[in-house]
C-alpha cells in the first residue's frame, strides 16, 4: 500500500503508522526530496468534466456515460472528495467503487513533462493540445512563497510557444485549472476579487495566468472550485464579444465553470449581478461533455442530474483551418 501527500516545503519526511494513533511503531521514509512526497508500506492490501463528491449520484451518471461513449478522456478540475478516511474508511472505498465501471476502463496516467512533481504538465491528444497548471500556487502563496509560480509560468510560457509552433497538427489549445479567473456567484472566499485578480493578473511580484492564455491564444479553459456551471463569451482582461458568432474565431478565449458535480455546498448562490460577459449559469448538479469533431469544430453540452440528464447548455466553438492564434480584443 502507498501513501502519498503534500507538505509546504520541499524537504524530506517520514511516515509512521500502526494499528492506532497512540501506537505507531512502524515507519516508512519518503525517497526524494519534493513537494509531493510518496512511500510504499510494508504492508499488503470522449472527454467528460465536472467534480465529484462521495454522496452524489453524479459519478453513476457520469461512469454510465463515459462508457456509453467510449470517452477517450475524464477529467476533473478538482475537489475530488473530501471525507473519504470517514467511517474508518468505508466512505473512500464506497467512492472508488462508485467509479470503478469509469477507471477500470480509462487508466490514470501523469505526463512526465512538468516539474515539481507534476503540479503542472501538458499532453496531445488527437489535434488538442492540453495544459494542466495548478492554482494552488496562488492560493497558498503565503506558505510556497513565489517560487513555485515563477517557475510554473516560465515553463507555461515555453510550453505555449512549442504549442504555437504545431497548429498544423494541434489546432486547439485547451487549458484545466482549480481555481477561475472569473465567476458570478456571491462573493466569498471561494471566488473572490481579490483570488480571482490575484490569479489572473498576479501582482508586482508575480505574474497571472491570463496574460499568456490570451497572448498564446488558448482556446478553451475549463475550470472548476465553485460549485455551479457556468459558460463565459469569449472575455481577455473583461473585455469581451458577445455577438451571434462570437464562438467562431474568437478573439479571446472561452471559459467554462464546470463545477456542478460537486455536492459539497449544493444550491450555490449567485450574485444577483452577473458579469457582463457570463453567457449561461446553473446550479443544478450535473457535468460537461465535450466532443472535439475535427480540426475546426468542438461541441459542448451541459447535462443536468437533476432534470434526468437533459442537455441544459449547447454551444459549439469553431475556427477556419490554419487561422492560427486567436486574435485579442
Known amino acids: ?39 510504499i508500506m510494508g504492508i499488503r492490501q470522449q472527454a467528460l468534466f465536472g467534480m465529484a463528491w462521495l454522496e452524489c449520484s453524479i459519478l453513476w451518471f457520469m461512469s454510465e456515460r463515459c462508457n456509453a461513449l467510449r470517452s477517450i478522456l475524464a477529467s476533473a478540475s478538482g475537489d475530488i472528495a473530501y471525507d473519504l478516511q470517514d467511517d474508518d474508511g468505508k466512505n473512500g472505498d464506497k467512492f472508488m467503487n462508485q467509479l ?15 516539474l515539481d512533481g507534476n503540479q503542472f504538465y501538458s499532453f496531445d491528444i488527437g489535434p488538442v493540445h492540453w495544459i494542466a497548471l495548478s492554482t494552488e500556487y496562488y492560493g497558498y502563496s503565503q506558505d510556497l512563497g513565489s517560487g513555485p509560480i515563477l517557475d510554473q509560468y516560465k515553463w507555461l510560457e515555453n510550453d505555449l510557444k512549442v504549442a504555437n509552433s504545431n497548429r498544423h497538427e494541434t489546432p486547439w489549445i485547451f487549458t484545466y485549472l482549480h481555481r477561475p479567473f472569473y465567476c458570478s456567484a456571491r462573493h466569498n472566499d471561494d471566488c473572490s476579487d481579490a483570488n480571482s485578480t490575484f490569479i489572473r493578473i498576479g501582482n508586482g511580484e508575480v505574474p497571472g495566468l491570463e496574460k499568456p492564455f490570451v497572448q498564446y491564444g488558448v482556446d478553451l479553459g475549463f475550470w472548476g472550485h465553485v460549485h455551479y456551471y457556468e459558460r463565459f463569451y ?64 468542438i461541441h459542448l453540452q451541459q447535462l443536468s442530474i437533476d432534470q434526468d440528464e437533459a442537455i441544459v447548455d449547447d454551444f459549439w466553438i ?11 480584443i
Open 318 to 328: 469553431s475556427k477556419d483551418e490554419g487561422s492560427g492564434v486567436t486574435k485579442k
Open 100 to 114: 470503478e465501471p469509469l477507471i477500470s476502463r480509462q487508466r490514470f496516467w501523469m505526463p512526465q513533462n512538468g
Open 234 to 297: 469569449p472575455v481577455a482582461n473583461e473585455k469581451y464579444r458577445n455577438t451571434e458568432n462570437c464562438y467562431h474565431n474568437a478573439q479571446a478565449p472561452t471559459y467554462i465553470i464546470t463545477g456542478s458535480a460537486g455536492c459539497h455546498s449544493p444550491g450555490t448562490k449567485f450574485d444577483k449581478h452577473p458579469v457582463p460577459f457570463s453567457a449561461r449559469r446553473l446550479n443544478d448538479y450535473g457535468y460537461t461533455i465535450l466532443t472535439v469533431a475535427n480540426m475546426t469544430h
Open 1 to 39: 500500500m502507498g501513501v502519498t501527500w503534500i507538505t509546504f516545503k520541499s524537504d524530506s519526511s517520514t511516515f509512521h503508522y500502526g494499528n492506532s494513533p497512540s501506537d505507531l511503531p512502524f515507519s516508512a521514509k519518503g525517497s526524494e526530496t519534493e513537494w509531493i512526497l510518496d512511500v
